[in-house]
């Protein structure tokens, strides 16, 4: 646990790039990610085909271990595990505006998430 810990504190603060306005939210959270303290955020960016957002996640814990992603305000519209040229490899079903994964333990894992701007 001292390891994961240790991580943990190298991770943080997480830098932020937004690419979407969102005129009707104030001050929220832009996006969510729900599970085991183990389970860290590396890196948040605009996709580099500018369709979406990239999150890599890395599961710290010796256990696979569940999460959850939602972006309060904006819908997302798809949702997809890549690699790390960012090419989508499968897509994660969305169910009520949540994404709902397992990650295996100590996997790093990169996902595509897609809204609707219009």
């Given amino acids: 646990m001292q390891a994961a810990t240790v991580g943990i504190e190298a991770s943080h603060p997480v830098q932020i790039f937004p690419l979407v306005y969102c005129p009707d939210v104030k001050e929220e959270v832009f996006i969510k990610v729900d599970g ?41 519209t798809h949702a997809y595990v890549t690699n790390i040229l960012e090419e989508n490899l499968s897509e994660i079903v969305i169910t009520d505006g949540k994404l709902r994964l397992t990650m295996d333990s100590r996997q790093l894992m990169t996902i595509r998430i897609v809204f609707d701007t219009k």
């Fill in 36 to 76: 085991h303290p183990c389970i860290v955020t590396q890196y948040i960016k605009s996709a580099d085909d500018k369709n979406g957002l990239i999150i890599r996640l890395n599961n710290l814990e010796n256990e696979s271990s569940q999460l959850s992603i939602q972006t309060p305000g904006i819908p997302i």
